[in-house]
């Protein structure tokens, strides 16, 4: 599940690059950081500009969307 948490978060903050101030492509900088640094980046964005309940639509509907494709 690394590799599909580091994509939900890159996800997250291209989608809402232009709200978050986010100037770098999110994923070419994602790979030179921690999941743990890219995971705590997008929850104080996420914070700052009010779009936790967004972050957390984008973890669930991955997670069913992984889901489903796993149990065909």
Not at 36 to 52: M, P, S
């Amino acid at each position: 599940m690394r590799n599909e948490n580091r994509y939900i978060l890159c996800n997250f903050l291209d989608q809402y690059s232009d709200h978050i101030g986010l100037k770098e492509d999110i994923y070419k900088v994602s790979n030179q950081v921690s999941l743990n640094h890219l995971f705590l980046y997008a929850i104080n964005k996420a914070k700052e500009k009010n779009l936790i309940e967004a972050l957390f639509s984008e973890y669930i509907n991955s997670i069913n969307a992984i889901s489903k494709k796993k149990s065909l």
